[in-house]
T-cell receptor
Framework: AQSVTQLGSHVSVSEGALVLLRCNYSSSVPPYLFWYVQYPNQGLQLLLKYTSAATLVKGINGFEAEFKKSETSFHLTKPSAHMSDAAEYFCAVSDQAAGNKLTFGGGTRVLVKP | DAGVIQSPRHEVTEMGQEVTLRCKPISGHDYLFWYRQTMMRGLELLIYFNNNVPIDDSGMPEDRFSAKMPNASFSTLKIQPSEPRDSAVYFC???????????FGNGTRLTVT
């Protein structure tokens, strides 16, 4: 069975500072990993996905994530936070056995301070 | 591409009433998912379809919930009778096969009083 753990339900960063959101996964087979962002009163939007082509994945809005198999991690980073990055971020996992079925983490809400 | 379309955006109903949520997936997508989001439980997968056939409904909370997909362009999630604990945001998502990303609608916020 797959599972995802996001450390920290809330993160507060200053504008211009590094954003680091942590995600650890559990999967018995090579995983597919995703980060989604949710703005208020909207659905989830894909930020980036890992499908084994490269361990460092670049996404939209300046975000990137690094897959580390030894640590079963897929942390999301952005070098310099912008006010528009305030949102909730979800890490998700699927695998070939699960088809397209995604298991989501609990989410991390990001607050950006001016 | 109009994206995944859900209706209504908001639904307020009284306990015991029937509620029907609707979803139009992106044309050409083989998979359709229904998720529920609450503060307490986060995002939960309720059911998903592949080519209009239900594949996994293990997340459906109880018999009061049912979902159908009569054709490739329409799905419904019905709650009958509704209860206050069903209050949540319900999302529909669709995708192509082979672990493609999900595309979410804007959700239906359900309030049962």
């Amino acid at each position: 069975a797959q599972s995802v753990t996001q450390l920290g339900s809330h993160v507060s960063v200053s504008e211009g500072a590094l954003v680091l959101l942590r995600c650890n996964y559990s999967s018995s087979v090579p995983p597919y990993l995703f980060w989604y962002v949710q703005y208020p009163n909207q659905g989830l939007q894909l930020l980036l996905k890992y499908t084994s082509a490269a361990t460092l994945v670049k996404g939209i809005n300046g975000f990137e994530a690094e897959f580390k198999k030894s640590e079963t991690s897929f942390h999301l980073t952005k070098p310099s936070a912008h006010m528009s990055d305030a949102a909730e971020y979800f890490c998700a996992v699927s695998d070939q056995a699960a088809g397209n079925k995604l298991t989501f983490g609990g989410g991390t809400r990001v607050l950006v301070k001016p | 591409d109009a994206g995944v379309i859900q209706s209504p955006r908001h639904e307020v109903t009284e306990m015991g009433q029937e509620v029907t949520l609707r979803c139009k997936p992106i044309s050409g997508h083989d998979y359709l998912f229904w998720y529920r989001q609450t503060m307490m439980r986060g995002l939960e997968l309720l059911i998903y379809f592949n080519n209009n056939v239900p594949i996994d409904d293990s997340g459906m909370p109880e018999d009061r919930f049912s979902a159908k997909m009569p054709n490739a362009s329409f799905s419904t999630l019905k709650i009958q009778p509704s209860e206050p604990r069903d209050s949540a945001v319900y999302f529909c998502a669709s995708s192509l096969p082979y672990n493609s990303p999900l595309h979410f609608g804007n959700g239906t916020r359900l309030t049962v009083t």
